[in-house]
């Protein structure tokens, strides 16, 4: 007898049998009757033939004399796919497969489509109550997804899915009342945030393994705030804040009995939705649309389902004034579970218009023809910013942007007369009514925009019919005519608090509109330039002062203080009757 070794892959053209390690069977036939059978290892046969024969004639005649059969596994294709499944099934892991269906998913587009995200991972119960976690979990966004779950399962069984967001567990979810979005129109957070669901699975031949679409047990919210002021084009959305009447965020348990979120303390009623990224988003969703637009500031919230009564504030920032402030929107509706609801909200505020810069009693306001809407350049057009000039502000007594010089001596009294607005305006003496008497309240919270920007700051007072004892004629000492009396009155003793809503009907708003000019009145340096838009306010009245010539009565307000004084009649400051 001599031994052979005969190289397997001499024998044989299937590449994939080189790279397996289990043994095959070999069997040589010889005139009909079976001499050899035998377990080898795959990389090298070694038969015992009773000739000694050449490789080569040893070869012919297997070939030709006798008929081989070899019985092995694996080495198609196919064969390979089915060895994964079994390997599967040697590490103890079931498949759970979503299916294809939009349903199946959790991160959503604004057509309520769901996706799974990275990370996502599923809970279920096994054949003897224990939970087990998938030990895989997508890498990246997919519409479908096979998990691997270990424990004992039986084919003929049904199991309960639990997707418990990134942030639950088994079947405890916790919607989060402090949610972030790092890009508009996205909703990869989910899964942080709180989304949820359950599901029934059934065993699926086409799947080898468990088929289940998950039912979403959250509600979402897509806001989709525009401003339709397009003149307003610094502002970005920074956060929404979500106040409700009952709670919308907690830990709760997931009910695959009623399909609803239970437990929870009750106590959960507002939700925060910080929408700040990098890069373009580095100051949150820019608010440059004047309708609705989800690709530009879609802003995704979980919360629980239920019927609430919904308070959202909107915050907002101009990046270029660096003002920050709040609009509040309300609704109340019911909110069903696996829904969406796309809500809408024009965030204008009142917006002030820029021709209102007067100096006292001439003709046209100060930036006539030069108007900041004619997007003149800086130095050229009416300034729009604080601290910014123009060298166009009117400087002669020629020009009808000029104040009136007309004084006719010392306490005596001079009412405006060119120009008819500043008839309409309030009297030194009524100015003096509404600072000591009218209840001034500062509010640094209700925006506004001019020229532009957005700002905050201004103040409320009674309107004159709710001012007892209100007289045009004399001040609230009963005895001084500001008119032909050169007298100061300042109020620093302010009520705290803006009015309430029942009473604010019974108040007008000023807003600190700033003037051309210097705070101080005195000062003629700096007429021209843009100060103190957003921190003080000033108002004409239609009184000159009485003494010295060149000063108008105005009343000035900022926090922790409102007055009525003497301004330069050249400065550009605001001409409104109230």
């Not at 103890?92 to 057509?111: C, Q």
């Not at 009808?400 to 003496?429: D, E, H, Q, V, W």
């Not at 003080?536 to 409102?562: E, I, Q, R, T």
Request: charged share 20%; glycine share 8%; hydrophobic share 30%.
């Amino acid at each position: 007898m001599e031994e052979l070794s005969i190289q397997l892959n001499k024998l044989f053209s299937c590449k994939q049998l080189k790279k397996r390690t289990k043994a095959v069977t070999i069997t040589i036939t010889l005139f009909g009757t079976s001499k050899i059978r035998r377990v080898i290892n795959s990389k090298q046969i070694k038969l015992k033939i009773m000739r000694r024969l050449s490789f080569k004639a040893q070869l012919l005649s297997l070939v030709a004399v006798c008929g081989i059969t070899i019985v092995f596994t694996a080495c198609t294709n196919e064969d390979v796919a089915q060895n994964a499944k079994n390997n599967d099934e040697v590490k103890g892991l079931t498949t759970f497969t979503t299916g294809e269906e939009a349903t199946t998913r959790t991160s959503m587009d604004n057509s309520g489509a769901f996706y799974w995200e990275a990370g996502d991972k599923i809970y279920v119960k096994d054949d003897e109550n224990h939970w087990q976690v998938s030990s895989n979990a997508p890498t990246s966004k997919t519409a479908s997804f096979r998990f691997k779950v270990p424990g004992k399962y039986t084919k003929g069984n049904t199991y309960e899915i639990y997707y418990p967001g990134k942030n639950g567990y088994q079947d405890q979810v916790t919607i989060s009342a402090s949610q972030t979005q790092t890009k508009p129109n996205s909703t990869a957070h989910f899964g942080e945030a709180g989304d949820c669901g359950t599901a029934t699975a059934s065993w699926s031949a086409t799947q080898n393994g468990y088929a289940f679409k998950l039912d979403h047990q959250a509600a979402y919210l897509i806001f989709q705030p525009y401003i339709s002021n397009t003149k307003l084009d610094d502002c970005y959305l920074t956060k929404i804040e979500v106040s409700s009447d009952n709670d919308i965020t907690d830990t709760y348990k997931l009910d695959t009995t009623t399909g609803a979120l239970t437990g929870g303390s009750g106590t959960g009623k507002q939700i925060v939705i910080t929408t700040k990224g990098s890069e373009s988003y580095a100051n949150g969703f820019h608010l440059n649309v004047t309708s609705a637009n989800v690709a530009t500031n879609g802003t995704f919230m979980v919360i629980k389902p239920g019927t609430h009564n919904l308070t959202i504030k909107y915050w907002i920032k101009d990046v270029k004034t660096k003002v920050e402030g709040v609009i509040t929107k309300v609704l109340n509706t019911t909110f069903v579970k696996n829904k969406y609801y796309n809500i809408t909200a024009d965030l204008k505020v009142t917006d002030y218009d820029g021709d209102h810069y007067y100096m006292w009693d001439a003709q046209q306001q100060c930036w006539f023809g030069y108007e900041w809407t004619k997007n003149l350049s800086i130095g050229i057009g009416q300034p729009t910013v604080n601290n910014n000039t123009s060298s166009n502000y009117p400087a002669s007594i020629s020009d009808a942007r000029y104040f009136n010089p007309y004084y006719p001596g010392a306490l005596i009294s001079n009412p405006a007369t060119r120009n008819p607005l500043f008839k309409t305006l309030p009297n030194a003496n009524e100015l003096s009514w509404y600072v000591l008497k009218g209840d001034p309240r500062w509010d640094d919270v209700k925006l506004w925009t001019v020229m532009g920007h957005l700002y905050k700051g201004g103040m409320w007072f009674l309107k004159k019919e709710n001012i007892q004892h209100f007289s045009k004629e004399h001040a609230p000492d009963g005895v001084t005519d500001l008119r032909s009396r050169n007298v100061v009155y300042d109020n620093y003793t302010l009520t705290s608090g803006i009015p309430n809503s029942i009473d604010i009907t019974k108040y007008f708003y000023l807003p600190a509109l700033g003037m051309y000019g210097k705070r101080n009145t005195l000062d003629p340096t700096g007429l021209g330039t843009l100060t103190e838009v957003g921190v003080s306010g000033h108002y004409w009245s239609s009184s000159a002062y009485p003494v010295p010539s060149g000063l108008a009565y105005g009343m000035g307000l900022s926090k922790g203080h409102v007055g009525v004084s003497g301004y330069l009649r050249g400065a550009g400051i605001r001409a409104k009757a109230f």
